[in-house]
C-alpha cells in the first residue's frame, strides 16, 4: 500500500514568488494535516483538512493557504515567499479527524527561499 | 505555557542501556498519544500510539501515560545506535490537529 506522497521533493523559489506544495494520503485517508518544520526547530502545525473543509489553522499568516480536493488529496500554497519560509514542509494523513487516528508523514517537500 | 514539553537533551546512553523520553502536556481533554522517530534530514516516522493509562508495549519500545500527571514516556530497552534519532511526542484530542513537542535528541554509542 502506498504511503502518503509529497511533491516536490525540492523546490527553489525567489522571495516574493508564490510556491505549491502537493500532497496525496494514503488510500483511504480522509484527514490532511500540514507542518513546517524550519531548520532545528520543532513541527509547527500549519493547516488541518478533513472531508474537504479546512478544520484547523496555526498561527501562521494568510499567506499560507491551501484546500483539499475531493479525492482527499490536498496543496499547500505560500505566497510571497520571504526567506524565512524556507524550511521542510510535512504532509501527514489520517484515517479520520477524531481524536484517536494515528497520523503518517510523507517524506516532505524542501522549500528554499533565495 | 507550552502545549507539549520535552526534554530537548541531547540525551546519551550506551548501547545495550535503557532509554528513557518524557514528555509533558498542557491540555486536560487530550484524548492520544504518540511517539515519533525523526532521523536527521528525513520525516517523522511512527513508532507508538497509546490511548488509555497505563503501559503499552511493542518489541523494544513500552509508552507509559499518566493522565493524572498528564504525562507520557517512552522506554527504548537494549538500545541501539541505530535508535540514534530525535524522538517526538505529539499530542490529539478531538477537533484539533496534531500538536508536537519540539523533541528529544538520543544518542547510543556503541
Known amino acids: 500500500e502506498a504511503g502518503v506522497t509529497q511533491s516536490p521533493t525540492h523546490l527553489i523559489k525567489t522571495r516574493g514568488q508564490q510556491a505549491t506544495l502537493r500532497c496525496s494520503p494514503i488510500?483511504?485517508?480522509?484527514?490532511v494535516y500540514w507542518y513546517q518544520q524550519a531548520l532545528g526547530l520543532g513541527l509547527q502545525f500549519l493547516l488541518w483538512y478533513d472531508e474537504g473543509e479546512e478544520r484547523n489553522r496555526g498561527n501562521f499568516p494568510p499567506r499560507f493557504s491551501g484546500r483539499q480536493f475531493p479525492n482527499y488529496s490536498s496543496e499547500l500554497n505560500v505566497n510571497a515567499l520571504e526567506l524565512e519560509d524556507s524550511a521542510l514542509y510535512l504532509c501527514?494523513?489520517?484515517?479520520?479527524?477524531?481524536?484517536?487516528?494515528?497520523?503518517?508523514f510523507g517524506q516532505g517537500t524542501r522549500l528554499t527561499v533565495v | 505555557q507550552k502545549e507539549v514539553e520535552q526534554n530537548s537533551g541531547p540525551l546519551s546512553v550506551p548501547e545495550g542501556a535503557i532509554a528513557s523520553l518524557n514528555c509533558t502536556y498542557s491540555?486536560?481533554?487530550?484524548?492520544?498519544f504518540f511517539w515519533y522517530r525523526q532521523y536527521s534530514g528525513k520525516s517523522p516516522e511512527l513508532i507508538m500510539s497509546i490511548y488509555s493509562n497505563g503501559d503499552k508495549e511493542d518489541g523494544r519500545f513500552t509508552a507509559q501515560l499518566n493522565k493524572a500527571s498528564q504525562y507520557v514516556s517512552l522506554l527504548i530497552r537494549d538500545s541501539q545506535p541505530s535508535d540514534s534519532a530525535t524522538y517526538l511526542c505529539?499530542?490529539?484530542?478531538?477537533?484539533?490537529?496534531?500538536?508536537f513537542g519540539k523533541g528529544t535528541t538520543l544518542s547510543v554509542s556503541s
Open positions: 505529539a499530542v490529539k484530542r478531538a477537533g484539533t490537529a496534531l500538536i
Open positions: 491540555d486536560r481533554v487530550s484524548q492520544s
Open positions: 501527514a494523513s489520517s484515517f479520520t479527524g477524531t481524536g484517536f487516528a494515528e497520523a503518517f
Open positions: 488510500s483511504g485517508h480522509t484527514s
